[in-house]
């Protein structure tokens, strides 16, 4: 397994579509807030602003031509001054017929109303106003100052008892009054509101608000200067903002009219703006849940398809991993996948192929593999017949080896009896002449004293000669009887080992003789072991003339020592030790072998050594080693248990 | 266990989108809800600039208020209500007010509206601090209306009592009543009455008449001006009272005209031009104080509306500022009057406001007579 985190592809398949689904309606989004939001905003902002430039100009016109009439009336009675006499009541009729005016009067230049026209109704009240003095008023100080016709400022009408709006104008000493009803301007924009959904208000010069789609509202003068609209529009600035009246939350724009400084504010509750803008966003989000929706679902369809070709594919290579080649390949309407599984149908066979071969190579091998088996059991047969002719050999070697050494024995014991067998020869031949001698001269008295003398010296003389010879012999026939017992016999028995070797190197004693090499023994007289002396007779013969034959050159004079010392009381540690020329490492691991001789045809038989192996290991049941250098000597230890 | 993976991804994405949509909603919850204070008032009709000048005193208390973060923390909210001077009209927009549970409403205007409220705010136990109700018939009454002056019965004395001093000739008068306040207007001229009626002097006439747009006040005046009194005492509105004077004085120039402190307003002067010269008012308030809190209240005013405050817009604040000082002052078991009862003395534009056991206030009278234009201060 990897060690690197890993999904299950149905998350990776979500969130990736999930990603791809989300970017494009983020984008969107972005570019609705950026763009289409603030374009919905100004068109709004275009459309609040067009009804209210529109709803100023019917204002204006509406004031125009009132003033226009007003203006007729003027130029008129200019002419025909008459016109205005009381009596002919020509106010009151121009008031009655004309649409604009709820009172039409004149003032003397100190602001008292000299003559004043009523709608027909109301001229029973007539003399409330005549003599009023409005030189106080606003309207009137206005156009006193200025000299100038020009509208009033919105006021609460004494004569009307309603909020109006006048038309001053000077005319001949004093002024020409027309005062107009506002209540017309709260029906418009009753009527706007009605007509395009929007809330029309209208502020007077002082920002009061003349006219509303409420009417009551409408004659309360509320001063609307402190709205954020207000302040920025009276600061020239044309926009749309949001602000709050009468509970209502509402956007609007406004426009200024001009000469008569009134406001027209067009609004649109702030709810309905917001409707749009909140449809957009409303399909905004309900695209982003169709697109997460719609993401999620494909996800999981493709996931699901897939799961199901991948799951199958996996399935089929763990059937192929198992052994069954035949898993039928999955049917998928993906390419790759279908490719996949035919590829995984393909690597089944051919796995399945490839077996075979190995199955047919396999066999081939075994077979190969026991012809060859049988050819080494044969090769192996006939060494082994080979192994057990150099056994025969080998055995024979031994006892003519053995025969050998019995021969040189016979020749060894016979040159050693020869000297004092000969002595004693000699000496009795010579004691008998002397005998005869002595006896002749006896037999012929010519014995003397002297030559008596000299005989019984003579004769004393030879019997010593004579017995020392003869014991000589003795000793050395004692001697051989003991090897050849020892040898022949085989016997364990209890021995002293000093008296042993003692007994042994008497017997090597003719060969020892005439070589240049001595020998030290420095034996423990304590030893004593109980074992096969013959064995050992054999060995320390062997060992002793393997080392006058190998280890020296002819002219050396040597020394071998032999020494013995218990090790314990099991064991005893005999070490021949010769300061010959020594051997290489490679002669040393051969000594023991068999037929390994440096003097072939010199008469070493090659098996001397391994003799003595034979016999310590497997008669003594001890151990041999042997230790040398070239140019050292050569050292053979034998640990030999002390009782068998 | 691929599906739990899908499952706990989704799960945590629907938490997170309702976790902001829940912070969004609960962050525009958290608004506090507002304080709801009602005004009343005639605002709209020939004359309605007692009200609608009240409205404005009322409009700068409350932007103030709000301009400094609403009552702890709390915005307040208005609803304005319009009698238009009519009874039954008024009663009607209480209710509407009382169904809206304010906390307290300001106003009304007149003794009229208040005579005819007063019953469903003493049932509703909710407080109304009237502007300028001067009505002697509300005095001293243990109940849920207050005033942040006192009744009118003493002012009218003290104009009697200054009419009988400064203008000794004016012995023979009459009185002209609109009887549609008559709550205020008969008190009144009852104080001024009593205070008037001796060494000689007597009101002979009294007559009376109900404002409307259709009143033939030329007739009414001419009527009263029959028996050539030397004095006339007007109760009435201030649009009124200019047609009245008028008339008064193209029969009499030289007559003594007395009028009450309800016609005191800016309107009087402006409407009434060279008529008014010479008019005796009482004012509730002295528009020469040099105080530094009415100078910035006037400077306030005029700033936000274009005009001079008059007694209407500065009783108005007034009111409003006591009923704002008790509600942000006022703790849970407390009523509203309670809590101004037992605070008892509060900070007003002329100076100290003083509500008595009963919520009535204690104001002065300033006598004027207008001269040039303006009312000057006679004592």
Same mark, same amino acid.
């Given at each position: 397994?990897?060690?690197?985190?890993?999904?299950?592809?149905?998350?990776?398949?979500?969130?990736?579509?999930?990603?791809?689904?989300?970017?494009?309606?983020?984008?969107?989004?972005?570019?609705?807030?950026?763009?289409?939001?603030?374009?919905?905003?100004?068109?709004?902002?275009?459309?609040?602003?067009?009804?209210?430039?529109?709803?100023?100009?019917?204002?204006?016109?509406?004031?125009?031509? #009132?003033?226009?009439?007003?203006?007729?009336?003027?130029?008129?009675?200019?002419?025909?001054?008459?016109?205005?006499?009381?009596?002919?009541?020509?106010?009151?009729?121009?008031?009655?017929?004309?649409?604009?005016?709820? #009172?039409?009067?004149?003032?003397?230049?100190?602001?008292?109303?000299?003559?004043?026209?009523?709608?027909?109704?109301?001229?029973?009240?007539?003399?409330?106003?005549?003599?009023?003095?409005?030189?106080?008023?606003?309207?009137?100080?206005?156009?006193?100052?200025?000299?100038?016709?020009?509208?009033?400022?919105?006021?609460?009408?004494?004569?009307?008892?309603?909020?109006?709006?006048?038309?001053?104008?000077?005319?001949?000493?004093?002024?020409?009054? =027309?005062?107009?009803?506002?209540?017309?301007?709260?029906?418009?924009?009753?009527?706007?509101?009605?007509?395009?959904?929007?809330?029309?208000?209208?502020?007077?010069?002082?920002?009061?608000?003349?006219?509303?789609?409420?009417?009551?509202?409408?004659?309360?003068?509320?001063?609307?200067?402190?709205?954020?609209?207000?302040?920025?529009?009276?600061?020239?600035?044309?926009?749309?903002?949001?602000?709050?009246?009468?509970?209502?939350?509402?956007?609007?724009?406004?426009?200024?009219?001009?000469?008569?400084?009134?406001?027209?504010?067009?609004?649109?509750?702030?709810?309905?703006?917001?409707?749009?803008?909140?449809?957009?966003?409303?399909?905004?989000?309900?695209?982003?849940?169709?697109?997460?929706?719609?993401?999620?679902?494909?996800?999981?369809?493709?996931?699901?398809?897939?799961?199901?070709?991948?799951?199958?594919?996996?399935?089929?290579?763990?059937?192929?991993?198992?052994?069954?080649?035949?898993?039928?390949?999955?049917?998928?309407?993906?390419?790759?996948?279908?490719?996949?599984?035919?590829?995984?149908?393909?690597?089944?066979?051919?796995?399945?192929?490839?077996?075979?071969?190995?199955?047919?190579?396999?066999?081939?091998?075994?077979?190969?593999?026991?012809?060859?088996?049988?050819?080494?059991?044969?090769?192996? #047969?006939?060494?082994?017949?080979?192994?057990?002719?150099?056994?025969?050999?080998?055995?024979?070697?031994?006892?003519?080896?053995?025969?050998?050494?019995?021969?040189?024995?016979?020749?060894?014991?016979?040159?050693?009896?020869?000297?004092?067998? =000969?002595?004693?020869?000699?000496?009795?031949?010579?004691?008998?002449?002397?005998?005869?001698?002595?006896?002749?001269?006896?037999?012929?008295?010519?014995?003397?004293?002297?030559?008596?003398?000299?005989?019984?010296?003579?004769?004393?003389?030879?019997?010593?000669?004579?017995?020392?010879?003869?014991?000589?012999?003795?000793?050395?026939?004692?001697?051989?009887?003991?090897?050849?017992?020892?040898?022949?016999?085989?016997?364990?028995?209890?021995?002293?080992?000093?008296?042993?070797?003692?007994?042994?190197?008497?017997?090597?004693?003719?060969?020892?003789?005439?070589?240049?090499?001595?020998?030290?023994?420095?034996?423990?007289?304590?030893?004593?072991?109980?074992?096969?002396?013959?064995?050992?007779?054999?060995?320390?013969?062997?060992?002793?003339?393997?080392?006058?034959?190998?280890?020296?050159?002819?002219?050396?004079?040597?020394?071998?020592?032999?020494?013995?010392?218990?090790?314990?009381?099991?064991?005893?540690?005999?070490?021949?030790?010769?300061?010959?020329?020594?051997?290489?490492?490679?002669?040393?691991?051969?000594?023991?072998?068999?037929?390994?001789?440096?003097?072939?045809?010199?008469?070493?038989?090659?098996?001397?050594?391994?003799?003595?192996?034979?016999?310590?290991?497997?008669?003594?049941?001890?151990?041999?080693?042997?230790?040398?250098?070239?140019?050292?000597?050569?050292?053979?230890?034998?640990?030999?248990?002390?009782?068998? | 266990?691929?599906?739990?993976?899908?499952?706990?991804?989704?799960? $945590?994405?629907?938490?997170?989108?309702?976790?902001?949509?829940?912070?969004?909603?609960?962050?525009?919850?958290?608004?506090?809800?507002?304080?709801?204070?009602?005004?009343?008032?005639?605002?709209?009709?020939?004359?309605?600039?007692?009200?609608?000048?009240? $409205?404005?005193?009322?409009?700068?208390?409350?932007?103030?208020?709000?301009?400094?973060?609403?009552?702890?923390?709390?915005? &307040?909210?208005?609803?304005?209500?319009?009698?238009?001077?009519?009874?039954?009209?008024?009663?009607?927009?209480? /209710?509407?007010?009382?169904?809206?549970?304010?906390?307290?409403?300001?106003?009304?205007?007149?003794?009229?509206?208040?005579?005819?409220?007063?019953?469903?705010?003493?049932?509703?136990?909710?407080?109304?601090?009237?502007?300028?109700?001067?009505?002697?018939?509300?005095?001293?009454?243990?109940?849920?209306?207050?005033?942040?002056?006192?009744?009118?019965?003493?002012?009218?004395?003290?104009?009697?009592?200054?009419?009988?001093?400064?203008?000794?000739?004016?012995?023979?008068?009459?009185?002209?009543?609109? &009887?549609?306040?008559?709550?205020?207007?008969?008190?009144?001229?009852?104080?001024?009455?009593?205070?008037?009626?001796? /060494?000689?002097?007597?009101?002979?006439?009294?007559?009376?008449? &109900?404002?409307?747009?259709?009143?033939?006040?030329?007739?009414?005046?001419?009527?009263?001006?029959?028996?050539?009194?030397?004095?006339?005492?007007?109760?009435?509105?201030?649009?009124?009272?200019?047609?009245?004077?008028?008339?008064?004085?193209?029969?009499?120039?030289?007559?003594?005209?007395?009028?009450?402190?309800?016609?005191?307003?800016?309107?009087?002067?402006?409407?009434?031009?060279?008529?008014?010269?010479?008019?005796?008012?009482?004012?509730?308030?002295?528009?020469?104080?040099?105080?530094?809190?009415?100078?910035?209240?006037?400077? $306030?005013?005029?700033? $936000?509306?274009?005009?001079?405050?008059?007694?209407?817009?500065?009783?108005?604040?007034?009111?409003?500022? &006591?009923?704002?000082?008790?509600?942000?002052?006022?703790?849970?078991?407390?009523?509203?009057?309670?809590?101004?009862?037992?605070?008892?003395?509060?900070?007003?534009?002329?100076?100290?406001?003083?509500?008595?056991?009963?919520?009535?206030?204690?104001?002065?009278?300033?006598?004027?007579?207008?001269?040039?234009?303006?009312?000057?201060?006679?004592?």
């Amino acid at each position: 397994m990897t060690t690197n985190k890993n999904w299950p592809l149905r998350t990776i398949l979500s969130s990736q579509f999930l990603i791809v689904a989300t970017i494009p309606v983020i984008l969107v989004a972005l570019l609705s807030l950026y763009l289409l939001i603030p374009k919905i905003n100004h068109s709004h902002y275009l459309s609040q602003k067009a009804l209210s430039e529109s709803i100023s100009s019917q204002v204006t016109t509406y004031l125009d031509n #009132a003033a226009s009439d007003l203006n007729v009336l003027a130029s008129f009675a200019m002419q025909e001054r008459k016109l205005f006499d009381q009596n002919l009541g020509l106010l009151d009729i121009y008031t009655t017929n004309q649409a604009y005016f709820s #009172a039409i009067y004149l003032t003397d230049l100190n602001g008292i109303i000299t003559n004043i026209g009523l709608p027909s109704h109301r001229q029973y009240l007539r003399s409330n106003f005549l003599s009023l003095d409005v030189s106080n008023t606003n309207i009137y100080m206005q156009v006193a100052s200025s000299g100038q016709a020009a509208w009033s400022d919105i006021f609460l009408s004494t004569v009307s008892g309603r909020l109006s709006v006048a038309y001053v104008q000077p005319f001949l000493d004093g002024t020409l009054v =027309g005062e107009i009803s506002v209540e017309e301007l709260p029906k418009l924009v009753q009527n706007l509101a009605e007509q395009h959904q929007v809330t029309v208000m209208i502020l007077d010069s002082q920002r009061q608000l003349i006219a509303h789609p409420d009417a009551e509202l409408s004659h309360q003068q509320i001063n609307l200067s402190t709205l954020d609209l207000v302040k920025q529009t009276d600061n020239g600035q044309s926009l749309s903002l949001p602000f709050t009246f009468n509970h209502e939350q509402l956007i609007g724009t406004a426009s200024i009219m001009p000469d008569i400084n009134w406001m027209v504010i067009s609004a649109q509750n702030k709810s309905e703006v917001e409707a749009e803008q909140s449809a957009v966003y409303d399909i905004l989000v309900a695209a982003i849940f169709i697109g997460i929706i719609s993401a999620g679902l494909l996800a999981m369809l493709l996931a699901r398809e897939f799961i199901a070709g991948f799951t199958h594919a996996a399935l089929q290579a763990r059937s192929i991993a198992s052994g069954d080649y035949q898993a039928a390949p999955t049917q998928s309407r993906i390419r790759e996948l279908q490719w996949l599984a035919d590829n995984l149908v393909t690597t089944g066979q051919a796995i399945e192929n490839r077996e075979h071969e190995i199955i047919q190579l396999n066999s081939d091998l075994e077979r190969r593999v026991e012809e060859r088996t049988e050819d080494l059991r044969m090769s192996h #047969a006939e060494l082994e017949l080979t192994l057990n002719n150099l056994k025969q050999a080998q055995e024979q070697l031994i006892q003519s080896e053995k025969l050998s050494a019995l021969g040189s024995l016979v020749a060894g014991v016979s040159h050693e009896l020869n000297t004092p067998i =000969g002595n004693s020869l000699m000496t009795s031949s010579t004691l008998t002449e002397s005998v005869r001698t002595i006896v002749k001269q006896s037999a012929s008295n010519q014995l003397t004293k002297s030559s008596f003398d000299n005989f019984i010296s003579e004769v004393e003389q030879g019997s010593h000669i004579l017995e020392r010879n003869l014991q000589r012999a003795s000793e050395l026939i004692h001697s051989f009887k003991q090897v050849a017992v020892d040898q022949s016999s085989a016997k364990k028995r209890g021995f002293n080992l000093e008296q042993h070797f003692s007994e042994v190197l008497t017997t090597l004693h003719p060969v020892l003789k005439k070589s240049p090499i001595k020998i030290d023994t420095a034996i423990a007289s304590s030893l004593f072991l109980n074992s096969y002396p013959g064995a050992l007779s054999q060995i320390i013969t062997n060992l002793i003339q393997n080392a006058l034959l190998h280890a020296f050159d002819t002219s050396d004079h040597g020394l071998i020592t032999v020494t013995a010392n218990e090790i314990d009381s099991e064991q005893v540690r005999i070490i021949f030790e010769d300061n010959g020329k020594g051997m290489s490492k490679e002669m040393q691991s051969s000594i023991f072998d068999p037929f390994f001789t440096t003097k072939l045809g010199q008469g070493g038989s090659g098996l001397g050594l391994h003799i003595v192996h034979n016999l310590v290991t497997n008669v003594l049941k001890g151990t041999i080693t042997v230790d040398s250098d070239q140019g050292k000597g050569t050292r053979m230890i034998l640990d030999l248990p002390i009782s068998i | 266990m691929m599906l739990r993976e899908i499952d706990k991804t989704f799960k $945590r994405w629907v938490l997170s989108l309702g976790l902001l949509v829940s912070s969004v909603f609960l962050a525009s919850c958290t608004e506090k809800e507002p304080v709801k204070i009602g005004f009343i008032g005639g605002l709209s009709g020939r004359v309605a600039d007692l009200g609608t000048a009240g $409205r404005n005193g009322f409009m700068l208390a409350i932007e103030e208020q709000n301009a400094k973060g609403g009552l702890n923390g709390r915005p &307040i909210e208005v609803i304005y209500k319009d009698d238009q001077q009519q009874p039954q009209r008024a009663q009607a927009l209480i /209710d509407d007010l009382l169904k809206e549970n304010v906390d307290a409403i300001i106003g009304p205007m007149t003794s009229a509206m208040a005579m005819a409220t007063v019953d469903q705010i003493n049932i509703a136990k909710t407080l109304m601090m009237a502007c300028t109700v001067s009505t002697h018939q509300l005095t001293d009454i243990d109940d849920s209306f207050m005033r942040p002056l006192s009744d009118n019965k003493s002012h009218a004395a003290k104009m009697a009592t200054f009419i009988k001093q400064y203008e000794p000739l004016a012995k023979q008068a009459v009185a002209i009543v609109d &009887i549609g306040n008559k709550a205020y207007t008969l008190d009144w001229i009852d104080g001024f009455k009593q205070a008037y009626e001796s /060494d000689n002097h007597s009101i002979r006439a009294t007559h009376t008449f &109900i404002s409307t747009e259709d009143t033939p006040f030329a007739r009414v005046a001419s009527v009263a001006m029959k028996i050539d009194p030397d004095l006339v005492v007007l109760a009435m509105n201030a649009v009124d009272a200019t047609l009245m004077i008028k008339q008064i004085r193209l029969a009499n120039p030289e007559v003594v005209i007395a009028v009450a402190e309800w016609a005191g307003t800016e309107r009087l002067i402006q409407l009434g031009g060279q008529y008014v010269e010479n008019v005796y008012v009482p004012q509730y308030i002295d528009r020469s104080s040099t105080k530094k809190s009415y100078l910035t209240f006037k400077q $306030r005013f005029n700033k $936000r509306f274009q005009s001079a405050p008059g007694f209407p817009a500065l009783f108005c604040y007034d009111a409003t500022r &006591i009923v704002l000082t008790g509600l942000s002052r006022r703790e849970a078991p407390q009523s509203l009057k309670e809590i101004l009862l037992s605070i008892g003395s509060f900070e007003g534009t002329q100076g100290p406001i003083r509500l008595n056991k009963y919520g009535d206030g204690q104001s002065s009278t300033f006598i004027t007579r207008i001269q040039n234009g303006r009312f000057v201060v006679m004592e």
